[in-house]
């Protein structure tokens, strides 16, 4: 019912922001047809390939390689990830925060990343 697939489909986006858009090509037709019709954002990591052209697109640092992080399991155990390598790319965390920060919404509200 609130799926991102669901809610395109029905017309009920007028912006998407997407944390990594892998998944995109597996949307139905009608979702990545509204998809295209409406602003978007897209956070994904070097290299990877686009799906469709986003509005704006920002590559991000990889968790676990660029950026330390947590990963989950298959059995729901979480495993702490430590940065092996460094970069000048921002997190996603990094990244929205500077977004709401710039929000006139968002103005008067303490936001700091994740760490």
Known sequence: EFSANDL???GETDL???IGAETVPYFSPLAQSHLRSIPTIVLDYPGS???FTP???FTTAVYGLHAVGTVY???NVPVQLRSSMTTELPTDADVLCRILAEHDSF???MITPLA
Do not use: F, G
């Open 107 to 109: 103005k008067d509200q």
């Open 73 to 75: 399991r298959m059995d």
């Open 49 to 51: 390939p686009p799906a």
């Open 55 to 57: 509005t704006i697109a």
């Open 8 to 10: 395109l489909e029905r």
């Open 16 to 18: 998407c922001v997407l």
